[in-house]
């Protein structure tokens, strides 16, 4: 596997991040970007059909199922909550038409697990 983390290490705007993306700033432009830099790398690893196996790759970093949470997660947010903290997640690193929602955790007032 360490060839595939060597393909992936340039090309993506994450990589020049002193320099402005702003032709990325549309979620088309970004994810158009990203299949583009992650075909090139499958087929400099020879792998068959990169253009459709890179097309692939924003439906599965955007489906909020494939992601999990580390053991610990609710049960620290939850003791946060209960110190009178708020938890609240921003992040700026995926591009998407529209909020990538989550679950609701015990965390979330009024929620169930």
């Known amino acids: ?18 320099d402005p993306h702003p032709h990325l700033s549309d979620p088309t432009a970004w994810w158009d970007h ?10 400099r690893l020879s792998v068959s059909r990169p253009q459709a196996a890179a097309a692939a790759t924003r439906a599965a970093y955007t489906n909020p199922a494939a992601w999990s ?10 003791q946060l909550t209960e110190d009178g ?18 679950p609701p955790s015990a965390s979330t007032p ?4």
């Open 1 to 18: 596997m360490p060839e595939i983390f060597k393909a992936l290490t340039t090309g993506f705007p994450w990589n020049a991040p002193q």
């Open 34 to 43: 990203i299949t583009s830099v992650v075909a090139k790398a499958l087929t």
């Open 69 to 78: 949470l580390y053991p610990q997660t609710l049960r620290v947010l939850d």
């Open 85 to 102: 903290w708020a938890n609240v997640l921003l992040s700026n690193h995926v591009q998407t038409n529209s909020p990538l929602s989550c």
């Open 110 to 113: 009024g929620s169930e697990r």
